[in-house]
């Protein structure tokens, strides 16, 4: 009995505590609310701004990634380009072998044209002695004539005949009766023939641009 009385009574001392309580803290319990309010808002602005950051960190870690990727590719690049440049000098380096071997042999050439120049001067040398000697071979049957430029005929203006022809400086031709080329050759000059013999026959014409001599020969 004395058990049940002092659990009655403990039992209403507790509930007296629990009214008390409740009538004490209804104030503290809307602070308790209001403040539990504004931690949940806290919260969710934190939990918020950690998503973002958490954002933040993936797109820099997966931006990392491809830099690293870049990067890998771009050593690649310069790994290619060194290559590249390593063969380039490599074959400079032959080019200009072979340029130095190709300026020497041209060198030689350039010698040698020099030779190959002066030999035509001294065969061209040769070739004017040989005319003059021929000259002296061919024996005079008449008088040296001097003739102008212009149009010439055997049998009117000198006599049909064989004659060393020499001492032009241009185009000297000689046509038949007939108008047929017989003789279309540059007298004298740089390019041009010393002499010339020819048989002239009875109404030859000839075309000479510059004037030059004839002598008979036999």
């Not at 507790?14 to 806290?42: I, P």
């Not at 190959?116 to 004539?145: F, H, N, Y």
């Given at each position: 009995m004395k058990k049940r009385i002092i659990s009655l009574a403990l039992?209403?001392?507790l509930v007296l505590a629990l009214v008390s309580l409740s009538a004490c803290n209804?104030?503290?319990l809307e602070?308790?609310?209001?403040e539990y309010s504004e931690l949940q808002e806290r919260y969710e602005e934190q939990k918020e701004a950690n998503d973002e950051l958490i954002e933040e960190r993936d797109d820099l870690q997966s931006e990392n990634v491809t830099l690293k990727d870049s990067n890998e590719t771009l050593e690649d690049t310069v790994s290619e380009r060194d290559r590249t440049i390593s063969t380039l000098n490599t074959e400079a380096g032959r080019n200009r072998t072979r340029i130095e071997e190709l300026e020497g042999i041209l060198n030689e050439i350039g010698d040698?044209?020099?030779?190959?120049t002066e030999l035509k001067d001294e065969i061209s040398g040769l070739e004017s002695q040989r005319d003059s000697?021929?000259?002296?071979?061919?024996k005079i049957a008449g008088e040296p004539k001097?003739?102008?430029a212009g149009h010439l005929y055997a049998g009117k203006d000198f006599p049909a005949d064989r004659y060393r022809i020499y001492n032009g400086s241009s185009n000297f031709a000689v046509y038949s009766s007939s108008g047929r080329l017989q003789v279309n050759i540059i007298l004298g000059g740089r390019n041009g023939l010393t002499e010339y013999i020819y048989t002239f026959s009875e109404g030859d014409e000839?075309?000479?641009r510059s004037a030059f001599a004839m002598v008979p020969v036999e």
């Amino acid at each position: 009995m004395k058990k049940r009385i002092i659990s009655l009574a403990l039992a209403l001392s507790l509930v007296l505590a629990l009214v008390s309580l409740s009538a004490c803290n209804n104030g503290e319990l809307e602070t308790l609310k209001l403040e539990y309010s504004e931690l949940q808002e806290r919260y969710e602005e934190q939990k918020e701004a950690n998503d973002e950051l958490i954002e933040e960190r993936d797109d820099l870690q997966s931006e990392n990634v491809t830099l690293k990727d870049s990067n890998e590719t771009l050593e690649d690049t310069v790994s290619e380009r060194d290559r590249t440049i390593s063969t380039l000098n490599t074959e400079a380096g032959r080019n200009r072998t072979r340029i130095e071997e190709l300026e020497g042999i041209l060198n030689e050439i350039g010698d040698h044209e020099g030779l190959v120049t002066e030999l035509k001067d001294e065969i061209s040398g040769l070739e004017s002695q040989r005319d003059s000697l021929r000259s002296d071979v061919i024996k005079i049957a008449g008088e040296p004539k001097r003739f102008p430029a212009g149009h010439l005929y055997a049998g009117k203006d000198f006599p049909a005949d064989r004659y060393r022809i020499y001492n032009g400086s241009s185009n000297f031709a000689v046509y038949s009766s007939s108008g047929r080329l017989q003789v279309n050759i540059i007298l004298g000059g740089r390019n041009g023939l010393t002499e010339y013999i020819y048989t002239f026959s009875e109404g030859d014409e000839v075309q000479a641009r510059s004037a030059f001599a004839m002598v008979p020969v036999e």
